[in-house]
């Protein structure tokens, strides 16, 4: 069992995401969250894991220099991949607009990155989800961005929310990676750790 492993850990959740936050306490383990600012700049040469196990890295980084025996860092980066390129967190009201009608219809991936991060180790692994939206309307489009103000979620939109709903057609693996962790993995990185 997890929490019987990690009595004696102190684990760090980096993330301000309420979604991933609930999703770590799911698994029965104590925590504690500490975010650092971070620049979420990559090269352009990057695709689609690439991208997030560089910022997952990058994130977890910025605790290395601190870590105490005991600690184990948890850092995470999401986007959504669509025709060869990544939608990340919306801006405005207008760019998520944007980016919900060009997912409108079609199938994306969203990947999700975890590093793991302790005094003497690291651990980065990802999770790839394909999911389906039907056409949506300009309508249901502008309800939801007004109404769930979807500014802090790759690719404009939470799958838990309204639009996952009535949009989401198909789903192909992790439900809880498109929340924004993939816990199952989570879960077994961690007894290995």
């Known amino acids: ?9 102190n684990i760090i959740l980096a993330s301000g995401s309420p979604r991933r936050q609930e999703l770590l306490k799911e698994l029965d383990i104590n925590f504690i969250i500490k975010v650092k600012e971070i620049n ?12 997030t196990n560089f910022l997952a890295l990058e994130k977890a980084k910025l605790f290395k220099t601190n870590l105490k025996e005991n600690d184990i860092v948890i850092t995470s980066d999401t986007i959504v991949w669509l025709e060869n390129s990544a939608l990340e967190k919306p801006k405005n009201k207008v760019e998520a607009i944007k980016m919900l009608s060009k997912l409108s219809g079609k199938t994306h991936k969203v990947i999700t990155s975890v590093c793991l ?5 690291e651990k980065i692994f990802f ?27 790759a690719g404009a939109y939470g799958v838990q929310e309204w639009i996952g709903y009535i949009g989401v057609t198909k789903l192909e693996g992790s439900y809880f990676n498109v929340m924004g962790l993939p816990v199952h ?3 077994e ?3 290995n750790f």
Request: net charge positive; glycine share 0%.
């Open 40 to 51: 979420e700049v990559y090269n352009s040469s990057l695709k689609e894991e690439q991208i």
């Open 117 to 121: 991060l302790s005094k003497d180790k």
């Open 1 to 9: 069992m997890l929490s019987k492993k990690l009595k004696n850990k």
């Open 189 to 191: 990185e961690l007894l």
């Open 185 to 187: 993995k989570v879960y």
């Open 127 to 153: 999770d790839t989800t394909k999911v389906t939206f039907k056409n949506l309307s300009n309508e249901e489009i502008e309800y939801y961005v007004k109404k769930y103000k979807p500014f802090d979620k």
